[in-house]
């Protein structure tokens, strides 16, 4: 009995836990900014992927904070500054999905809660994100990313 209890009160928490959507699977947008902002989003994750490190880097802000090392924030410059001296190849992981938790869009800022589905090797894990952007001269960039 106690082992159908447990059974059951499992199956609850499995069944309540909330559903994110997937940034692929999403095909309508509240407004021309935030279809702007998942894509920026995409391409995050495709030039990260790619390790297309000039891609990745266009998407911030030249004064913006990456998480970057042990989950410290690091001004743009430094990142860039280490990644391009780094051995690409070496990278380990690949981002297979982008649930988007939350999002904010204001006139000129927004913020956007993420998990970032990372497969590292053989293990897969989520990994909490959330990117702050500013629009400037109508363009949108990222100035701030945490964890989470």
């Not at 407004?31 to 490190?53: A, K, P």
């Not at 998480?67 to 001296?85: G, I, L």
């Not at 927004?110 to 001269?137: C, S, V």
Request: charged share 25%; net charge negative.
């Amino acid at each position: 009995m106690k082992r159908l209890i447990s059974v059951i009160v499992l199956a609850v928490m499995v069944g309540c836990a909330p559903s994110y959507p997937s940034l692929s699977q999403i095909d309508r947008y509240d407004s021309t900014d935030q279809e702007i902002l998942y894509g920026m989003l995409e391409t995050l994750q495709r030039t990260l992927n790619e390790r297309d490190v000039e891609g990745w880097f266009a998407l911030y802000a030249d004064d913006a904070v990456i998480t970057y090392t042990k989950n410290r924030p690091t001004p743009k410059q430094a990142v860039m500054d280490d990644v391009r001296q780094q051995d690409l190849s070496t990278w380990n992981f690949t981002i297979t999905d982008i649930k988007i938790v939350s999002t904010e869009i204001d006139t000129e800022t927004a913020k956007i809660k993420t998990i970032l589905r990372m497969k590292t090797g053989n293990a897969t894990r989520n990994h909490p994100e959330t990117y702050y952007f500013a629009k400037t001269d109508g363009k949108w960039l990222i100035t701030k990313e945490t964890n989470p």
